[in-house]
């Protein structure tokens, strides 16, 4: 399973980003994905999570209102839409995959992870 993250870059205060991440090597509709976040000097942390029918979402109270997690199928993509971001919400973020079909919002419930994207909110 490959997972390969993009759209980081440097963003104001008050900006958006785009975040995507493909996916290869098994059968991406099947399973949900997530997104998590590492900031200098803290541990990585949830930031949210689609169901595998993309009917169902969960995010982080830290982004709520302000980040929308979607998926195609189609293209075996999954995006992070961030808006209104803010100087905390600076970090590497990450994609992952789970090897189960429920939703997870533990970093101990994803199995394959991306490589990382970064995202650097000046304020």
């Known amino acids: 399973v490959q997972l390969q993250a993009s759209g980081g870059g440097l963003v104001q205060t008050g900006g958006s980003l785009r975040l995507s991440c493909v996916a290869s090597?098994?059968?991406?509709?099947?399973?949900?994905m997530g997104w998590f976040r590492r900031a200098p000097g803290k541990e990585r942390e949830f930031v949210g999570a689609i169901s595998w029918t993309g009917t169902t979402t969960s995010y982080a109270d830290s982004v709520k209102g302000r980040f929308t997690i979607s998926r195609d199928n189609a293209k075996n993509t999954v995006y992070l839409q961030m808006n209104s971001l803010k100087p905390e919400d600076t970090a590497v973020y990450y994609c992952?995959?789970?090897?189960?079909?429920?939703?997870?919002?533990?970093?101990?419930?994803?199995?394959?992870w991306g490589q990382g994207t970064e995202v650097t909110v000046s304020s």
């Open positions: 090597g098994r059968t991406f509709s099947l399973y949900p």
């Open positions: 992952a995959s789970r090897s189960r079909r429920t939703l997870g919002v533990g970093v101990e419930e994803y199995h394959y």
